[in-house]
């Protein structure tokens, strides 16, 4: 066959390697968005403490955790690991569950009876709690209250890094503080004193916790016009902290650390009372298969009362983390991509007919070497090369048309194969990994996972990146499944390619039923039966416009949507009673573009006593009756920018940056206001 280099000199490898670069740089896009024993000293004078974990190897579904033996054994690890075809994401999240009853109840009717009294004054009998995953799990949010008392925690938001006249004086509700405003009873509405330090706050008896950047205070507020810093934890410089939670008298802490190439360990991610507290390097564990890892992930605790940070886990993984934290264990979730040369030499591989033998052969050599990821990029660029090179023009139009077909249908068949997620199961009992397993794709936030009767249950979203992205034609092949994973973290079963070509907007795990949200152009609301986790089932679907972005339990067969269509807010009821025939009994559309409830469910408040839930939104805040299963507006909040609301007895207080306004929920009218200067 004759060679024809001049004509059609580029058309080939523009076809081929435009798909092997589009590949890798969607790789990067779309992964934008943490475990084993380790040492720590308590405090100055006390005793070191070590959790011991008994193995080396810690039981998985599919693979082993192994604990590293020496530094030299880490740098071996990443080396192959920085070889590894696949690409790395950014950013983080978390995850809890609960049943329908302890969470309805928790919402509505949270256990603070008597606390925030005064002498002569009767305590209040209704205080409200941050809405979270798993009721007496408690998450950190920028507003708590003890019934007597509101801690708002507000940062400066807009003059950061902007340059400003020297003469410009910011707002004092701009910076970063955290008040503390009497709020009960509503007549004595005042700022009573600030803390000069601002972040997500956890709350307990006279304890206020700020997680504040890289440092976490532990306030005694017993004397709240006067609060005084007790204890204080230090995140080193590239230690991040990624989740908190608190649990009895246990802050519960999911830091990541960046890793260092040159000297991977021991790491150094603490600091407390002056003293670095190291991690060696015999106290992390890697995964046994090779994966993409750039951060070590640390599991720890703080004890409340004291700042004492005691021993955890701390294993290497990605950036792309999910936490998730049930009352029996902690689960830690990071994604990483396929590797990127071994998925295109196995689409070589199934199409051996249009391929010579030489360069199949040169591409599972290339496969197997021990280069960098640049490198073996480079290494394939020039075998493709080669390979254009013998392409007669005939041929050419021949090897378009078959490598875009053929790529499109091994896609489709090797979605599940693109991107895989980790889930790391750790033991709150003894504080030890108990498991390992292994989903195909990506969860999309903490409510992606929720463990119930000893399995985790796990909704994601599989080839994700899409088919018209890559030139292909179509549109795109996105699947979203469900796994059932048992207490050792082995698939039990399975409910797949659901909603194909879109992506999990909202996912709600309620004892054996599960909800997912998908959404392209219309919104699917799904049902699953999970009553045997061996054979999950869909049993119902619904499509709507729009989306819902969070899912809340009204009752336990009334879920609520929070989401969008078009430019406005949507309220969406659905009956589940029939779980084969799911209904939207009411919608509401609100004239706001954007709420707080569909970046964090902390945002929403429930109130069952009256049976009425609140959203915020740039505009005010809204109170919505859900009686005789219709969505009625009771009250708008004008003249605020909503952030939060809290109940105190029988009085909302609407939160925002500059002011808190409190309305009577007997008739809805407001009683007080507080302006902060």
């Not at 998730?324 to 196995?346: G, Q, R, T, W």
Request: hydrophobic share 35%; net charge negative.
């Amino acid at each position: 066959m004759k060679k024809q280099q001049h004509h059609y000199h580029y058309v080939p490898i523009s076809i081929f390697l435009s798909l092997v670069f589009v590949f890798v740089i969607l790789f990067l896009i779309f992964q934008m968005e943490s475990g084993l024993p380790l040492s720590f000293k308590k405090q100055k004078n006390e005793p070191f403490l070590n959790v011991p974990i008994k193995e080396n190897y810690i039981q998985r579904g599919e693979d082993q955790f192994k604990k590293v033996t020496s530094i030299e054994d880490i740098k071996e690890y990443i080396k192959k690991s920085d070889s590894y075809g696949g690409m790395y994401g950014f950013g983080g999240s978390l995850i809890e569950t609960t049943s329908i009853d302890s969470m309805t109840k928790g919402l509505s009717v949270p256990s603070m009876t008597g606390i925030g009294g005064e002498m002569g004054m009767a305590p209040a009998i209704r205080v409200s709690e941050t809405n979270v995953q798993v009721f007496g799990i408690d998450e950190p949010d920028i507003v708590k209250t003890d019934g007597k008392n509101i801690y708002l925690s507000s940062e400066n938001h807009f003059y950061g890094g902007i340059m400003m006249r020297s003469d410009f004086r910011m707002p004092d509700y701009y910076k970063g503080e955290t008040k503390v405003v009497n709020a009960f009873p509503p007549a004595d509405l005042k700022k009573i004193s600030t803390i000069k330090n601002s972040g997500n706050l956890l709350l307990k008896d006279d304890l206020l916790v700020v997680l504040s950047g890289n440092t976490i205070y532990g306030y005694d507020i017993s004397t709240p016009s006067d609060p005084k810093e007790k204890w204080k934890v230090n995140l080193q410089d590239g230690t991040g902290l990624v989740q908190a939670r608190l649990y009895g008298d246990k802050i519960y802490i999911v830091t990541n650390s960046n890793i260092n190439r040159n000297d991977p360990c021991p790491i150094t991610p603490f600091e407390v009372s002056g003293e670095k507290i190291s991690i060696p390097c015999g106290s992390i564990y890697r995964p046994e298969v090779i994966v993409p890892v750039n951060v070590t992930y640390s599991i720890s605790t703080i004890d409340l009362k004291s700042g004492t940070l005691f021993s955890g886990i701390s294993f290497l993984g990605s950036y792309d983390s999910t936490v998730y934290m049930s009352k029996n264990s902690i689960y830690v979730a990071y994604a990483y991509s396929s590797d990127m040369i071994e998925f295109f030499y196995n689409f070589v591989d199934e199409n051996k007919d249009i391929f010579p033998n030489k360069t199949v052969e040169r591409l599972a050599k290339l496969k197997g070497y021990d280069l960098s990821e640049n490198a073996k990029m480079t290494e394939l660029q020039f075998i493709l090369e080669e390979f254009r090179s013998s392409l007669s023009g005939d041929d050419i139009l021949v090897f378009e048309n078959e490598i875009k077909n053929r790529m499109k249908s091994f896609f489709l068949k090797h979605k599940r194969d693109l991107q895989k997620t980790n889930i790391v199961k750790i033991g709150l009992e003894k504080f030890n990994v108990d498991a390992v397993g292994t989903v195909p794709g990506r969860l999309l936030n903490q409510f992606s996972m929720d463990e119930y009767e000893d399995n985790l249950r796990v909704a994601v979203t599989v080839g994700q990146q899409g088919f018209w992205q890559f030139g292909l034609g179509g549109s795109s092949e996105s699947a979203n499944d469900l796994y059932i994973l048992d207490e050792k973290m082995k698939k039990s079963g399975s409910v797949l390619d659901m909603a194909l070509g879109e992506n999990i907007y909202s996912v709600r795990f309620i004892e054996d039923k599960g909800y997912i949200v998908t959404f392209k152009q219309v919104d699917p609301f799904f049902v699953l039966n999970l009553k045997d986790p061996r054979a999950p089932k869909l049993e119902g679907e619904l499509k709507i416009p729009g989306y819902s972005a969070y899912l809340h339990p009204i009752t336990k067969d009334k879920i609520l949507g929070v989401g969008m269509e078009g430019q406005s807010v949507k309220l969406s009821l659905f009956d589940v009673s029939d779980p084969k025939n799911p209904q939207e009994v009411s919608k509401y559309l609100l004239d706001e573009y954007w709420s707080d409830v569909l970046n964090t469910h902390r945002a929403f408040l429930m109130d069952k006593d009256n049976s009425v839930f609140f959203i915020p939104g740039s505009k005010g805040g809204y109170v919505f009756s859900y009686e005789n299963d219709t969505l009625k507006l009771k009250k708008a909040i004008s003249g605020v920018n909503a952030k939060r609301a809290v109940y105190i007895d029988n009085y909302l207080h609407v939160i925002g940056d500059d002011k808190i306004i409190v309305v009577s929920e007997m008739d809805w009218e407001r009683v007080n206001e507080l302006k902060f200067q």
